[in-house]
């Protein structure tokens, strides 16, 4: 079946670290990839996403490249904020499931200042 | 620009009650989608519908119920509450196909206690 597997956490780095949160998947057909992130008490926002094998998705300093070969997604940042402090999702999505998002089971990040 | 709006944002249930959890979306969007969040684990699907009038079972269906009336609103169900039902719930909502995958706009969330 589908699914994506996520490292588990919590990951604890201090400020200006380089982040990797990995993330690999299992999926027939084509997925489309995302990375959602959730802060303390609110809902999922959209981090980043990618579409088709090689794209990088970028957003707020954070990139994942959609890597077919390995079926990984990783999640890096270069120089990582105590703003960044919240929970990361990988999740992929099978063309012609109507869009239903299959998560992974998150990673806790907290930076330290 | 409200987005998904649930209601209520916190809960407390006793064993056997009954409730529904609100959503509701201005975005014309019209695939709609629950979820709910176990502690340390990612989110699960529940229902969803792909429009007014249609909704289908996810992964996690039972002990809920839907409905799907109008493009805005998507209330679930819970008709005998139980505590693993314990968990915090999801609603997101996605736009019309344009060929590409768009990505689900979620609610803030219901963190709803069964005792």
């Known amino acids: 079946g589908n699914s994506v597997t996520q490292m588990e956490g919590p990951v604890t780095l201090s400020e200006e670290a380089f982040l990797t949160i990995n993330c690999t998947y299992t999926?027939?057909?084509?997925?489309?990839l995302f990375w959602y992130v959730q802060y303390p008490g609110e809902g999922l926002q959209l981090l980043l996403k990618?579409?088709?094998?090689?794209d990088k998705g970028s957003n707020k300093g954070f990139e994942a490249t959609y890597r077919k070969e390995t079926t990984s997604f990783h999640l890096e940042k270069g120089s990582v904020q105590v703003s960044d402090s919240a929970v990361y999702f990988c999740?992929?999505?099978?063309?012609?499931?109507?869009?239903?998002?299959?998560f992974g089971s998150g990673t806790r990040l907290l930076v330290r200042p | 620009n409200a987005g998904v709006t649930q209601t209520p944002k916190f809960r407390i249930l006793k064993i056997g009650q009954s409730m529904t959890l609100q959503c509701t979306q201005d975005?014309?969007?019209?695939?709609m989608y629950w979820y709910r969040q176990d502690p340390g684990m990612g989110l699960k699907l529940i229902y969803y519908?792909?429009?007014?009038?249609?909704?289908d079972k996810g992964e996690v269906p039972n002990g809920y119920n839907v409905s799907r009336s109008t493009t805005e609103d998507f209330p679930l169900r819970l008709e005998l509450a139980a505590p693993s039902q314990t968990s915090v719930y999801f609603c997101?909502?996605?736009?019309?196909?344009?060929?590409?995958?768009?990505?689900?706009?979620f609610g803030d969330g219901t963190r709803l206690s069964i005792l």
């Open positions: 519908s792909v429009g007014a009038g249609i909704t």
């Open positions: 990618a579409t088709k094998a090689d």
């Open positions: 975005m014309n969007h019209n695939y």
């Open positions: 997101a909502s996605s736009p019309p196909t344009d060929g590409s995958n768009q990505p689900q706009h």
């Open positions: 999740a992929l999505t099978i063309p012609g499931s109507s869009y239903k998002l299959i």
């Open positions: 999926a027939t057909g084509y997925p489309s």
